[in-house]
C-alpha cells in the first residue's frame, strides 16, 4: 500500500510559476513509476507527466511541454512537478499517482491550481 500526499498548490496569476510536491509512504518508492494528472470543473482527469523509477525517463502531454517538469527524489520518497508560465487553462486539481508499470495504482486526494488572468 502507499498513501501520497500533494502540495504546493495555490491561486496565482498567468505566467507564475508553482511547483508541486508530492510525498509518498513506504519503502518500496523507488519501485513505483510516478505521475501527475489533473482534473478541471467538467472535465475527465487527463495525464499531465510521468516519471520512471530512476527518474531517467519523463513523459509529458503536449500542452505541458517546454512549461512543466517532473522529477522525482528517491532519497525524499517525493515525486514534483515545476509548472512555469501558467496559463488559465492549467487551473483544475492536480493530483498524484503510483504504479509499478504506469502510475495508476494509488492516487493522492489533489491540491487545487488555480490561474487568474
Known amino acids: 500500500q502507499v498513501q501520497l500526499v500533494e502540495s504546493g498548490g495555490g491561486l496565482v496569476q498567468a505566467g507564475d510559476s508553482l511547483r508541486l510536491s508530492c510525498v509518498a509512504s513506504g519503502r518500496t518508492f523507488s519501485t513505483y513509476s510516478m505521475g501527475w494528472f489533473r482534473q478541471a470543473p467538467g472535465k475527465e482527469r487527463e495525464f499531465v507527466a510521468s516519471?520512471?523509477?530512476?527518474?531517467?525517463?519523463?513523459y509529458s502531454a503536449d500542452y505541458v511541454q517546454g512549461r512543466f517538469t517532473i522529477s522525482r527524489d528517491n532519497a525524499k520518497n517525493t515525486v514534483y512537478l515545476q509548472m512555469n508560465n501558467l496559463k488559465p487553462e492549467d487551473t483544475a486539481i492536480y493530483y498524484c499517482?503510483?504504479?509499478?508499470?504506469?502510475?495508476?495504482?494509488?492516487w493522492g486526494q489533489g491540491t487545487q491550481v488555480t490561474v487568474s488572468s
Open positions: 516519471i520512471r523509477r530512476s527518474g531517467e525517463t519523463t
Open positions: 499517482a503510483a504504479g509499478l508499470s504506469y502510475p495508476s495504482e494509488y
